[in-house]
């Protein structure tokens, strides 16, 4: 897979992506998940998404370095381990399962909107030193500085 398409919907302003057959793959929220605009536990992260609901597209694509178009409102880069049985991405009431090879990766988050459609692209990267930061952000986040890496699934 070099890049994989599809179109879901936003719910409770979250996109997630998680490990294959996790339990409890969403996670919870609090107050500086929400500043930061991700929420990062190990085999999970949730996204803030540009808005609470609506329809969406996401791409995800295995890319050698980070990079960002110049049209990016939002760009997020996290830590992520995929195990056998690859990943899932998706909303709360539809996951889309896509095969990643395993190994660590640096998983970059872009958020952009085009022609009034919000598109969200997970790129993932090869590599052994991961370090969660933020490259991008907009007015609807607030604090990009010590991120919070741990968080508890939404039971």
């Known amino acids: 897979m070099s890049e ?3 179109e879901t919907e936003i719910l ?6 998680f490990q294959y057959g996790l339990d409890n793959p ?3 929220w609090n107050e500086t998940h929400v500043n930061q605009g991700f929420s990062w536990r190990e085999g999970s992260v949730s996204f803030g998404t540009l808005s609470s609901d609506g329809d969406c597209m996401i791409t995800v694509k295995m890319t050698k370095k980070i990079e960002t178009d110049d049209d990016i409102i939002r760009a997020i880069v996290v830590p992520f ?9 998706g909303s709360v009431m539809e996951t889309v ?3 990643i090879p395993e190994g660590t990766y640096e998983v970059l988050f ?3 909107n085009v022609n009034n459609t919000e598109h969200y692209t997970f ?7 991961t370090t969660a930061r933020v ?8 604090s990009t500085e010590n991120l919070l890496m741990k968080a508890n699934p939404a039971i």
């Open 12 to 17: 409770y302003s979250q996109i997630a992506l």
């Open 123 to 129: 790129s993932f990267i090869k590599s052994e030193n």
């Open 26 to 28: 969403f996670n919870d």
């Open 97 to 99: 399962s896509i095969d």
């Open 4 to 6: 994989f398409s599809f």
């Open 81 to 89: 381990k995929v195990e056998k049985g690859g990943v899932e991405i």
């Open 135 to 142: 490259l991008k952000a907009d007015d609807e986040l607030i």
């Open 110 to 112: 872009t958020a952009k």
